[in-house]
């Protein structure tokens, strides 16, 4: 039926000539060349004025920052009620000497099996003990054993503190004797403790007073000594303080690799009692004594170690005593020093980093959110810190070697699994494991370029553990943040856009965020940022988000409202610009989240025009399928938008948003609707007359572009009478001759159509523009690539239905055309021969017999 059709053709008649199918291909509009495509560009997630405001990557070092919540800093620990010596400093001294004096006749008669000291256990190294009370060398990856010159390092790079009079309550403890100050040159060194592992040898056998372990009097003498000499330091005595800081970390290393330690630790001291003369166990007062070590009113350089030493030691001993008066502290003071950059390299040097990853390992144990040894606020501050230091690389590499990155990632899939399991849990409980993932994804997203991090993404597991997150958590708006701060950083790399994009869980999880923060910038920006990546590379990403998750009706809603804020051209309002001027004067550190919803309200044209970038560049990838494009085309208010968007004089100014836009309409105006409906196309006057001036643009992705435009309303017959009377046809021809062959190339697909009915004015610069379409195919031959041959075909068929508007209107052709074609075709046939150019050949054949008929 369709072929009888064809041999009625009034213009064809019954002969089939090669010349007369060429002039009936080239009728036709050049519609698979045109499909709908995305621009190359627009690919930064901040404008370019805006980059500099972009968050860091520490996200401002805080840990609880939802509003309403107060901000975090190191005080002073509580005043403790000092404890006494049961013995006076002298026979402290005298105990200890006469254990050791005891301790080297075991060992010179022989009494003792011992193992070779070459074979004994180094300083800190692992025991039996297990991994709760101790943060191995396999766990961690750092070494273990206690720098030899941090104390050396200590005394030559800190200069003491002089003037400094110590305050009232710095004494530890109430002596009762003279002061050790002056005889602790005399003191003997201390030995390793532990080094005996034969069970019944006579060093593990109990002594005939005490009936207590010799290995544990001997360290209990060692520790109630260096606390002794501790409680004798000044605050200004900073150099012995970071030694006697040492020996008592090494100490407590040791006892962590005895069986016995828990034991160890409650035993009751012997030298130390509180102020009632009751019993003190000897964690008790060793944490009496760091914590008195860390009462100080400010934290100057040198007492950055000194607190870092002694936190860590606390950390050690509260590990498994979750209820100890010294951890959350201890945990405060380290968060303090963790907000200053230049204290991250210190946390690695002091052996901080270990013991707080085993707190966070606690987490990993757990079963259907029920048996958490520590509570969530402690957990929160122990990820806040590890979050401030994980800007150092290398902390990163300490976290990567302890296999850290899956500790963090158990962690969310905890938070995750605690909420599935517990739907009935309270608010607050849902607030805090919240805010412990804020932290985490914090983290994660510093260390995101490093490769463990990417191989959780590879493995289908850390993006569909945050896509969960969002899903769960998306009420909690910094956590929402956060995760799409993730995304938006993953997929600028066009492999994980694609990857990322095969997770239907995380497609909808970023629809779910867009659809609820659509008044949020802040977070909005990012998750349109990262589906626009998606759907830029990944086809299936575009069949599902409109078939499954109706992303069409969001896009138009959230392109219609903007545009309207843009018509109103709203301005800041007081309250924020208040506060933008107190920002501005305060040095002090606000509250982040407080700060980001109220200075993050879609209110300016910068922010207004971004969104509609974002939102516009996703609408352009979903319309390059039919059934996409026929949905948006039927949309009335996304056609008024777009309408109002191309003649904007505030979308002039944004390269980013004006490409976007002429690529939606480019998009969209190439499909009819499922009932015929177009409404771009029914605005075809407006939208022209404003698509003008881009045909000239130096953005080449803008130019081209603009040129799909008339491409595609020049197939409607009133389009191309309004052309022809705006001397369109004119400004095609110039485009010719541009120096990029893309540009040249597209703008040979409008003047086909307008070609096809041209009016006598058009048909008199024929000659003109037959010479520029010769020009045209010269450049794509001189190309000699598959790529460059596609467009051979409609530069043919351009040149073909030229000289037959000439013809028409009985206007002469030129004969130097005619010539430069007849030798153009000697290369067009050299490249068929070689394969090249595929389909393009059947115009290109016929149009080489009708030139050499005319030249005959």
């Not at 401002?60 to 620990?77: L, M, T």
């Not at 050791?100 to 180094?122: A, Y």
């Not at 190294?125 to 104390?151: C, I, M, N, V, Y």
């Not at 590379?537 to 138009?556: G, P, W």
Request: net charge neutral; hydrophobic share 35%; with cysteine.
């Amino acid at each position: 039926m369709n072929q009888e059709k064809d041999d009625l053709d009034p213009m064809l008649g019954r002969r089939q000539s090669s010349v007369m199918q060429t002039l009936r291909a080239a009728r036709e509009s050049v519609r698979e060349i045109y499909r709908p495509v995305t621009p190359n560009t627009s690919r930064s997630l901040f404008s370019i004025d805006q980059y500099h405001d972009r968050p860091k990557s520490s996200h401002n070092r805080s840990v609880f920052s939802r509003e309403g919540s107060q901000h975090v800093s190191r005080s002073k620990p509580a005043r403790l009620r000092p404890i006494r010596r049961k013995l006076s400093p002298k026979s402290i001294q005298e105990r200890e000497n006469e254990s050791n004096i005891q301790r080297e006749k075991l060992l010179i008669g022989g009494k003792t099996q011992g193992r070779p000291k070459d074979q004994h256990p180094r300083e800190g190294s692992r025991s039996s003990l297990g991994e709760e009370s101790s943060f191995s060398s396999q766990d961690s990856g750092l070494h273990p054993t206690r720098p030899k010159t941090a104390s050396t390092r200590a005394r030559t790079a800190r200069r003491p503190v002089s003037g400094r009079t110590r305050p009232k309550s710095a004494r530890s403890y109430q002596t009762s004797g003279a002061s050790l100050e002056g005889k602790r040159s005399a003191a003997p060194e201390f030995e390793v403790i532990g080094r005996y592992t034969d069970v019944g040898s006579a060093a593990q056998a109990k002594t005939n007073e005490t009936n207590e372990d010799e290995k544990f009097v001997t360290w209990r003498e060692r520790v109630e000594s260096t606390l002794a000499v501790l409680g004798d330091l000044r605050a200004s005595q900073i150099d012995n303080l970071l030694q006697e800081c040492d020996k008592l970390h090494s100490l407590v290393d040791q006892g962590m690799n005895q069986l016995e330690w828990t034991v160890w630790l409650k035993s009751d001291s012997t030298v130390f009692s509180d102020d009632k003369g009751s019993n003190v166990a000897i964690m008790e007062a060793i944490l009496r004594s760091t914590m008195h070590v860390m009462n100080r009113e400010t934290v100057l350089e040198p007492e950055v170690t000194l607190f870092l030493k002694t936190a860590c030691i606390n950390l050690k001993l509260c590990m498994g005593n979750e209820t100890s008066f010294a951890l959350r502290p201890s945990l405060q003071s380290l968060f303090y020093l963790s907000k200053r950059p230049q204290n991250d390299s210190a946390f690695r040097r002091e052996r901080v980093i270990p013991p707080l990853i085993n707190y966070l390992r606690s987490i990993t144990r757990m079963k259907n959110g029920e048996g958490i040894r520590y509570p969530l606020e402690v957990l929160v501050f122990v990820a806040g810190i590890l979050k401030n230091i994980c800007n150092d690389e290398g902390n990163q590499k300490a976290f990567i070697r302890s296999g850290a990155m899956q500790i963090f990632f158990d962690a969310l899939e905890t938070a995750c699994n605690v909420h599935l399991l517990n739907q009935g849990m309270s608010v607050e409980s849902k607030d805090k494991w919240a805010q412990l993932c804020v932290q985490l994804t914090s983290l994660i997203r510093t260390m995101l370029p490093t490769g463990t991090v990417l191989k959780l993404f590879s493995d289908d597991l850390m993006h569909a553990c945050l896509a969960k997150l969002l899903v769960l958590y998306i009420h909690h708006h910094e956590l929402t943040f956060n995760i799409t701060r993730i995304f938006s950083k993953l997929t600028v790399d066009e492999p994980w856009s694609e990857f990322v994009g095969e997770n239907d869980l995380t497609l909808q999880a970023l629809m779910e965020v867009i659809k609820l923060y659509q008044l949020h910038y802040d977070v909005m920006i990012r998750a349109l940022f990262a589906l626009g990546s998606i759907t830029m590379y990944n086809q299936r990403a575009q069949e599902i988000l409109c078939s499954r998750f109706e992303a069409q009706k969001i896009l138009i809603s959230i392109v219609t409202v903007y545009s309207k804020k843009l018509q109103a051209t709203a301005s800041p309002s007081r309250e924020k610009v208040r506060l933008v001027q107190e920002l501005g004067r305060n040095e002090k550190e606000i509250d982040s989240m407080e700060t980001m919803r109220e200075t993050s309200e879609p209110l300016t044209k910068d922010v207004i025009a971004d969104v509609l970038s974002k939102v516009l560049c996703i609408v352009a990838n979903l319309s390059m399928l039919p059934e996409n494009g026929r949905i948006f085309a039927e949309s009335e208010e996304l056609a008024d938008s777009l309408q109002y968007l191309i003649s904007c004089s505030t979308v002039q100014n944004d390269e980013e948003l004006i490409l976007n836009v002429i690529s939606v309409v480019a998009n969209i105006s190439y499909y009819q609707g499922e009932e015929g409906e177009n409404h771009v196309l029914k605005m075809r006057e407006r939208i022209l007359l404003h698509a003008v001036p881009y045909l000239f643009s130096e953005n080449i992705e803008i130019a081209i572009q603009a040129t799909r435009i008339f491409s595609n309303y020049s197939r409607i017959p009133e389009c191309r009478e309004f052309m022809h009377r705006e001397y369109i046809i004119e400004k095609l021809a110039y485009l010719l001759s541009h120096v990029h062959l893309g540009v040249a190339c597209a703008a040979v697909g409008p003047l086909i159509n307008l070609f096809s009915s041209a009016t006598k004015e058009t048909a008199i610069i024929g000659q003109q523009i037959e010479s520029k379409i010769i020009d045209v195919l010269e450049r794509l031959t001189s190309e000699n690539d598959s790529e460059a041959s596609r467009y051979i075909s409609p530069a043919c068929k351009a040149l073909f239905n030229a000289r037959h508007a000439q013809k028409t209107w009985e206007i002469p052709y030129s004969d130097d055309n005619t010539v430069r074609f007849v030798e153009l075709s000697e290369t067009l046939n050299d490249l068929k021969g070689r394969g090249i150019g595929g389909d393009s050949w059947s115009v290109a054949q016929n149009l080489i017999q009708s030139f050499t008929e005319n030249t005959t």
